[in-house]
């Protein structure tokens, strides 16, 4: 009867349990960040956008995101769809410009950092990366790529939630 009670109780905390630890991203509480959150299960994205990471060496900013500006209503759950199409590593990064700032600063040092962060994504050539997201936060935010020089060469966009 005691072991009854126990393996019952047991399941019941692993079942409440286990949902939080399937949102929680280091740093970030139940995986809300000020740009949003990953979509949970039942959210289904309305849309899908395509991301591509790449090199125009004959640009004054020769790194580049197509598209260059990304636009999303509140609450809205987005499929994004991220291709490096370019020769060299590239990082995309959602977060807000200050954050976005941080980090880029910290990858300065660190430049081998590697992100488990479920807002970013490192592709190397060829590489593709799917990101699910809900905009459940108002604002202006930033995407980009922080590996050292690549901020700098114009890889960055401006992310509006209304």
């Not at 936060?137 to 590996?147: I, M, N, P, Q, V």
Request: proline content about 6%; glycine content about 6%.
């Amino acid at each position: 009867m005691k072991k009854t009670a126990l393996l019952a109780m047991g399941l019941t905390l692993a079942t409440s349990i286990a949902p939080a630890l399937l949102l929680a991203s280091p740093g970030h509480e139940n995986g809300q960040m000020a740009v949003g959150m990953p979509a949970m299960h039942s959210q289904k994205p309305t849309r899908t956008i395509n991301v591509i990471l790449r090199e125009d060496y004959d640009r004054d900013r020769p790194f580049v995101f197509e598209p260059s500006d990304l636009t999303f209503a509140k609450d809205e759950t987005v499929r994004l769809l991220i291709s490096n199409e370019g020769d060299e590593t590239h990082e995309f990064v959602m977060d807000t410009i200050d954050e976005n700032a941080e980090h880029r600063e910290l990858m300065a040092k660190f430049p081998e950092m590697e992100h488990d962060d479920p807002n970013a994504v490192r592709l190397d050539p060829g590489e593709k990366a799917e990101i699910v997201w809900t905009f459940n936060k108002s604002g202006t935010f930033e995407f980009a790529c922080l590996l050292p020089g690549h901020y700098e060469g114009g890889m960055y966009g401006s992310l509006i939630v209304d």
